[in-house]
């Protein structure tokens, strides 16, 4: 049963790096450029006063700032546990994400949307907001359901809730114009692989070691 939960979370695995190279690679092409355009004309039809508001309030959220303070939360969190190995994770899943978003935004070289209702820098591709709430908020999840939530239901409602948070802030990037619909998409895939090696390494590492059961005779 490992090696056939192994096997599937390596395919996986390899569909989301794929699909994420798909998009990378073809983003100029008309295919890719007409579903840009169509969402984010979707999206700036709620364009208003008060929905800016919103989401640029959504949008910090994910920015590093709000990001930096919920990571020392966490971060102290770890510590009070006295759990080095948390700790260690903690602050993987706030550096890792940021260090890969910004490699590949200089391999890819995306330029930004130019009706952006918000000032923004740097290349566009992959969303870093996206790819950082993806790897933190979802290690937040993880957290709490490993650590806090031990009932069913309330971790499906911590699993429900934070995705929502994370798809939120997704959305926000393309109200805002700073980014497009397949730069949001690939945060999430560059995120979702990060954020299940974090967790599937914490994992191995925390998890009990086997015990040595000696060989009876009789086996031999």
């Known amino acids: 049963m490992k090696m056939i939960g192994k096997l599937r979370l390596t395919v996986w695995l390899c569909l989301m790096i794929l699909l994420f190279l798909m998009i990378g690679f073809t983003y100029e092409t008309s295919f890719i450029?007409?579903?840009d355009k169509e969402v984010a004309s979707f999206a700036s039809s709620?364009?208003?006063?008060?929905?800016t508001t919103v989401f640029l309030f959504i949008t910090?959220?994910?920015?590093?700032?709000?990001?930096?303070f919920?990571?020392?939360?966490?971060f102290g969190y770890s510590l009070y546990k006295g759990d080095k190995v948390l700790t260690l994770f903690v602050i993987l899943s706030?550096?890792?994400p940021r260090t890969l978003n910004f490699m590949l935004k200089e391999f890819f070289a995306?330029?930004?949307p130019q009706d952006q209702l918000v000032p923004a820098t740097h290349f566009s591709f992959p969303s870093g907001h996206s790819m950082n709430s993806f790897v933190f908020f979802g290690f937040v999840a993880y957290v709490l359901i490993?650590?806090?939530?031990?009932?069913?239901?309330p971790q499906v409602v911590v699993v429900v809730l934070f995705s929502m948070l994370i798809?939120?802030?997704?959305?926000s990037r393309i109200y805002l114009g700073v980014h497009y619909f397949t730069d949001v998409t690939a945060g999430f895939l560059a995120g979702g692989v990060v954020l299940i090696l974090l967790i599937k390494i914490h994992q191995r590492l925390t998890e009990p070691e086997e015990k040595n059961v000696p060989m009876n005779d009789e086996l031999i």
């Open 60 to 68: 910090n959220l994910g920015s590093w700032k709000f990001i930096l």
């Open 110 to 112: 995306r330029t930004r």
């Open 70 to 74: 919920f990571t020392l939360i966490l």
């Open 167 to 171: 798809g939120l802030i997704g959305f």
């Open 46 to 51: 709620f364009q208003s006063d008060a929905a």
């Open 33 to 35: 450029v007409g579903i």
């Open 146 to 153: 490993t650590y806090c939530v031990s009932r069913k239901a």
């Open 94 to 96: 706030f550096i890792v």
